[in-house]
């Protein structure tokens, strides 16, 4: 009887034993690791897309910034302005011109007239104006005689200028209905030398 009693006790003895070592090597965290074997951990593998983007972030600020043109607005057309018209010299104008040119020709002989007076030791000095006449013979515009306006100069000085236009042609002829003018050039000596030699009017008598 004690025997079997014994035989018992060593059954569940057994029994319990065995039960323990199932359960120690059914569960991972309580299983020794054995010595000189270092526990590997395995890491899971990078998401792709946290890899990738610091790749995206680089190419980025590797690519140029494109800028895109402004757009230009429409061309605003200009006013336009109205040309002015031409000006067209009148017979009264081209006479003018015409009288002008014969005044300048005549400044080298007036010139003369001053030079002789230095010469004879007269001084020739102020402003004077000579007059000349201006008329149609055989279709063409000519001086026809000269006098003395206004002068300070001494008699045979006027004498001379008032010669240097007393006839002569124009190149021009007169504005129609017009038969004679009446015109006046203004003299200006200093000391025997011209400063100022000019046409001064021209008027129908």
């Known amino acids: 009887m004690r025997l079997i ?17 199932v359960t120690r090597h059914t569960d991972p965290a309580s299983a020794p690791s054995e010595p000189g074997v270092q526990a590997t951990t395995t890491t899971p593998p990078a998401s792709p897309v946290t890899s ?3 790749a995206v972030e680089a190419h980025a600020r590797a690519m140029p910034t494109t800028h895109v043109a ?24 081209i006479l003018r011109w015409s009288l002008m040119r014969a005044v300048r020709t005549s400044e080298p002989a007036v010139i003369d007239c001053l030079d002789k007076a230095k010469a004879a030791g007269t001084t020739v000095d102020g402003t004077a104006r000579f007059a000349f006449f201006v008329t149609t013979k055989n279709a063409k515009a000519v001086i026809s005689r000269a006098s003395v306006d206004s002068s300070p100069f001494p008699d ?4 001379c200028i008032q010669d240097t236009l007393a006839s002569g042609e124009l190149d021009q002829e007169l504005p129609e209905g017009q038969n004679e003018f009446r015109v006046l050039r203004e003299l200006v000596v200093d000391k025997g030398t011209i400063t100022q030699y000019k046409l001064k009017s021209f008027l129908a008598p």
Do not use: M
Request: without cysteine.
């Open 52 to 54: 990738a983007a610091p």
């Open 5 to 21: 009693v014994i035989g018992a006790l060593v059954v569940v003895a057994l029994a319990i034993a065995l039960l323990f070592e």
């Open 70 to 93: 402004p757009s230009l607005a429409p061309a605003v057309p200009a006013p336009s302005v109205d040309a002015k018209p031409k000006h067209v010299d009148t017979p009264t104008d």
């Open 156 to 159: 045979a000085v006027n004498t």
